[in-house]
């Protein structure tokens, strides 16, 4: 799949090439229902980082102008209430340190939404893996993934905050 497959598979997401100041979008990772990740290059680091975008598909949509609109002025407290969650997620995930939970190195609110730069982890993910090589999933292979899992949520409590 290309970059424009992605583009055109993920509705609302933002163009390749369009910059946040030193960030550039090369390419369309994928969307759910609550938001959009993005492969981008810092160029002040020169290096790929991940940008994950808030963008509930089921209460906005994006604008001309690159801002999210609300699909019905219904839908502002949803709206605002998961966007605060959104910016309280990248606020407590940038405060640990830990090789199992999701490293943030900034967050930022533009286009009327926010946004959260993440180191970029390269490979498959457990989807893809388990569609083309269901074998591998095994209760031998759980059996060691459980205890990295466990540590990284286990992180949380330990720094004196509620998951």
Known sequence: MTDNDNNRTV??????????????IKEVIGGGGFGIVYRAWDHQLERT????????????????????VLRSERFGKAFSAG?????????????????????VLRFWVQNDTAYMGT???????????????PELINEAWIRR???????????????????
Do not use: C
């Not at 980082?49 to 999210?68: C, H, N, Q, W, Y």
């Not at 966007?83 to 490293?103: G, K, T």
């Open 11 to 24: 509705p609302n997401a933002l163009p390749v090439g369009y910059r946040f100041n030193e960030f550039e």
């Open 49 to 68: 980082i991940a940008i994950k975008e808030f963008m509930p598909s089921s209460l906005a949509v994006r604008g001309e102008d690159t801002t999210l």
């Open 83 to 103: 966007l605060n969650s959104f910016i309280q997620e990248a606020r407590l995930l940038a405060r640990f340190n830990h090789p199992n939970l999701l490293h």
């Open 119 to 133: 180191l970029f982890y390269s490979g498959t993910t457990l989807s893809r893996l388990r569609e083309e090589k």
């Open 145 to 163: 993934m459980l205890p990295m899992l466990f540590g990284a949520i286990k992180t949380i409590p330990d720094e004196g905050y509620l998951h």
